[in-house]
C-alpha cells in the first residue's frame, strides 16, 4: 500500500474515531466507504472492526456504569442472534456487492438522519425502562446484523434512542457500551470462521494510532459542540461517503 492510500485511511479513521467518541456513533459510516475503496478488498471490513476496539478500549471503562442494564443486556441477548447471520451474508458477498451495500445503507441512513433532524421522524417517546422486550430484542438482532456486515451498528440504536427521547449522555454510553460487545464478538467470529488474513492485523495495528487521537479529540469536543451541531457534520460526511462507495462501485 502506498503512503497515499494510508494517508487516506488514516485520516477517515481519525474522523471517524472523533465524531463517534462525541456523539456515541458513526466510526463505520464514515471510514467504512474510504477502507473499502482505498483497500480493495473485503478484509476493509475486518480492519475497521479491529480498530473500533481501540476506541472500545479507551471509552468503554469510563462509560459502561452509566448504560442503563436491563437495556444492555437485552441488547446483548438480542446482538447474539444477529452476529451469525450478518457473518455468513458477509462471506457470500463479493467487493462490489459490499460496496454497494454499504454505498446504499449510507444513503439511507442519511435520510433517516434527515427526517429526525427536520422533525418528521415522528415516534411516540416513551421511557426507555418501559420499552417491549420484543424492541429491544429486535433491536439487538439489527445491531449484530449490521456490525458482522458493514461495521455500522449506529441506526438501529439510533431509532431506539429516538423512540426513548433518551439524553445524550445516557445515549452515548448505551451505545458505545453495546457497540463494544459487538466489535468484539465481530472479532472473535472474523478470526475464527471469515478467513482474516494477518495483512488486516497488521493495518489495523497501523491505524490505532489515529483512531487514538481521534478518540482523543472527540472526548474532548462531546463537552463543548452540542449534539446537533454534530449530527449536521455527521449528515453532510455520510451522504458524501454514501455517493463515494456508490460511484466508486462503478
Not at 175 to 189: D, H, N, Q, R
Request: aromatic share 10%.
Amino acid at each position: 500500500m502506498d503512503a497515499e492510500a494510508f494517508l487516506i485511511m488514516a485520516a477517515a479513521a481519525t474522523l471517524g474515531a472523533a465524531i463517534q467518541a462525541a456523539i456515541g456513533f458513526a466510526f463505520g459510516l464514515i471510514a467504512a466507504p474510504v477502507l473499502l475503496v482505498t483497500m480493495n478488498s473485503s478484509s476493509a471490513i475486518q480492519v475497521l472492526v479491529v480498530i473500533h476496539l481501540v476506541q472500545s478500549a479507551m471509552l468503554v471503562p469510563k462509560l459502561w456504569r452509566h448504560a442503563p442494564r436491563n437495556l444492555l443486556i437485552k441488547l446483548i441477548i438480542g446482538s447474539l442472534f444477529g452476529f451469525p447471520i450478518g457473518l455468513a451474508v458477509f462471506m457470500a458477498l463479493d467487493l462490489r456487492a459490499l460496496t454497494l451495500t454499504v454505498g446504499f445503507s449510507l444513503l439511507a441512513f442519511a435520510a433517516l438522519l434527515a427526517l429526525r433532524e427536520t422533525g418528521r421522524l415522528k415516534i411516540a417517546s416513551i421511557s426507555y425502562q418501559a420499552l417491549p422486550t420484543w424492541s429491544t430484542f429486535i433491536t439487538g438482532v439489527a445491531t449484530g446484523f449490521l456490525t458482522a456486515v458493514l461495521v455500522m451498528p449506529g441506526p438501529p440504536i439510533m431509532v431506539l434512542n429516538a423512540w426513548t427521547a433518551m439524553e445524550k449522555e445516557l445515549s452515548r454510553a448505551l451505545s458505545l457500551t453495546f457497540f463494544a460487545f459487538c466489535y468484539v464478538m465481530v472479532t472473535a467470529l472474523h478470526a475464527t470462521m471469515g478467513g482474516m488474513p494477518l495483512s488486516a492485523w497488521t493495518t489495523a495495528a497501523a491505524l490505532a494510532p489515529f483512531v487514538v487521537v481521534g478518540t482523543l479529540i472527540g472526548s474532548k469536543l462531546s463537552c463543548r459542540l452540542s449534539e446537533g451541531r454534530f449530527r449536521l457534520a455527521v449528515l453532510g460526511v455520510v451522504v458524501f461517503s454514501g455517493i463515494y462507495a456508490i460511484a466508486a462501485s462503478y
